[in-house]
Nanobody
Framework: QVQLAESGGGLVQAGGSLKLSCAAS????????MGWFRQAPGKEREFVAA????????AYADSVKGRFTISRDNAQNTVNLQMNSLKLEDTAVYYC?????????????????WGQGTQVTVSS
């Protein structure tokens, strides 16, 4: 069992930056692919970014590529999402997720464990 807890959400102006963190506990963190997803009001949850256990391989949604950076610290059991140049459409609840294995899936159903989510609101 893996427990995930997100933090770092909040209110930020368009063009600003925010850093989300996800603390993992339970099984060996380094054996898991970690992902970030988000869900805006009235929309389905969507993939944002994922990172392999080594930290060297990552994947991003086209909508955030070049603005968001995912990273992980296996020693600290944390995964981070640095969000720059935030847009109004980035407003959503952001969820941390984990899956065992090495493949960087973008589909929700491929992830076994989920955090409770943290709200990110981008204002004009």
């Amino acid at each position: 069992q893996v427990q995930l807890a997100e933090s770092g959400g909040g209110l930020v102006q368009a063009g600003g930056s925010l850093k989300l963190s996800c603390a993992a506990s339970g099984r060996t963190f380094s054996n898991y692919v970690m992902g970030w997803f988000r869900q805006a009001p009235g929309k389905e949850r969507e993939f944002v970014a994922a990172i392999r256990w080594s930290g060297r391989d990552t994947a991003y949604a086209d909508s955030v590529k070049g603005r968001f950076t995912i990273s992980r610290d296996n020693a600290q059991n944390t995964v981070n999402l640095q969000m720059n140049s935030l847009k109004l459409e980035d407003t959503a609840v952001y969820y941390c997720a984990a899956r065992s294995g090495s493949l960087l899936y973008r589909q929700l159903g491929q992830y076994n464990y989920w955090g409770q989510g943290t709200q990110v609101t981008v204002s004009s």
